[in-house]
């Protein structure tokens, strides 16, 4: 369903301060759509700060390589945005998802608006434009942008192809449709460049990250007769292959290559305590409705959630719930 964009075009047009906000462990589609809004905002004459939760991962610092557009938010520096008229989330709805920002966020009586494709969402108080059958948040920052009558940037075009070129897997992925290929044609028409942008995020690998792939791949396992496949890192991975947690991001891709797998699973232990999951389904699983049950949500067929609980527990707890889920 179209999403009307009237309400929060009339916000932006009323404001002349924003914070931009995307989940932590921030990824192609939040990053691509912040950055484009910033673009169109900047050339509407507004200010605005793109602003992420936790740090860039090293895979996106060609983005900001001098780090003077992308901020990191932590709680002690919550004054130094504080000075805000308004506040935009894309790619996420969800408090969990936004991590230390959220007490923030609940701080500050100012209009809030969300961008996002996510089924999973909670409350943030304040205007909720959500597009589940948009195969990327990219996809609605450009509907936005072109509400707010801006014309498209050189800029906001390629990270905007970024977006929508990684949330469909690079147009491999089964939301991945006539239309998708449609914007990605207007995209690159206005000055996207894709053949850089392929060889910066999937052919300039560090050494480090490919050794903890391969870490990741001499421990995958199946379960359910081979429908279920999954592997897990530990802190001690890092320390061990040099990788950091930013390294993680396609591991999920591995075990849901493998042949006759329905749902792929990681476990990432994580440094504060807890346990990070990410899943993929092929069809017959709808993983959103498993990452709810572990705190978490996303698509029926890409997902994630983070449980308090060590990686041994939460792992034999998924995987049961899993297994449960494909026998009904």
């Not at 009307?4 to 589609?29: G, K, Q, Y």
């Not at 932590?74 to 506040?87: H, I, S």
């Not at 304040?126 to 009558?149: C, F, H, P």
């Not at 791949?217 to 292959?241: K, N, P, S």
């Amino acid at each position: 369903m179209p999403v009307d964009w009237s309400p929060l075009v009339e916000l932006i047009r009323r404001h002349d301060r924003f914070l931009l906000m995307t989940h932590i462990r921030p990824d192609a589609d939040g990053l691509g759509s912040q950055l484009a809004l910033h673009d169109a905002l900047t050339a509407m004459g507004k200010k605005s700060r793109v602003v992420i939760a936790s740090k860039l991962p090293p895979r996106y610092r060609f983005l900001d390589p001098d780090g003077s557009t992308i901020e990191q938010f932590t709680p002690a520096t919550a004054e130094r945005f504080r000075d805000c008229g308004a506040v935009i989330v894309l790619d996420t709805g969800t408090w969990n998802q936004i991590a230390e920002f959220g007490p923030f966020l609940r701080s500050l009586s100012v209009p809030k608006a969300v961008v996002d494709h996510h089924r999973t969402q909670d409350d943030l108080g304040g205007l909720q434009l959500v597009d589940v059958s948009a195969e990327a948040t990219g996809r609605m920052t450009w509907e936005l942008i072109r509400a707010l009558g801006v014309p498209l940037s050189q800029s906001a075009a390629h990270h905007l192809f970024m977006a929508l070129a990684l949330d469909t897997g690079w147009f491999r992925h089964k939301n991945t449709t006539a239309d998708t290929f449609a914007l990605a044609e207007e995209l690159v028409r206005a000055g996207a460049n894709p053949p850089p942008l392929y060889e910066q995020l999937f052919e300039c690998a560090p050494v480090a990250r490919l050794r903890l792939v391969g870490v990741a791949l001499e421990r995958l396992q199946t379960r359910a007769d081979g429908q279920i496949c999954y592997t897990e890192v530990f802190l001690h991975d890092y320390t061990d292959t040099g990788a950091v947690p930013g390294d993680t991001e396609d591991l999920i891709n591995y075990p849901r290559s493998v042949d006759g797998v329905e749902v792929a699973v990681i476990f990432i232990e994580q440094p504060e305590g807890g346990t990070k999951i990410s899943f993929r389904s092929r069809a017959r699983v709808d993983v959103s409705r498993l990452a709810e049950m572990f705190n978490g949500g996303g698509h029926k067929l890409a997902a994630g959630a983070r449980d308090d609980r060590d990686l041994p527990t939460v792992r034999e707890a998924v995987l049961a719930a899993v297994e449960e889920a494909l026998n009904s």
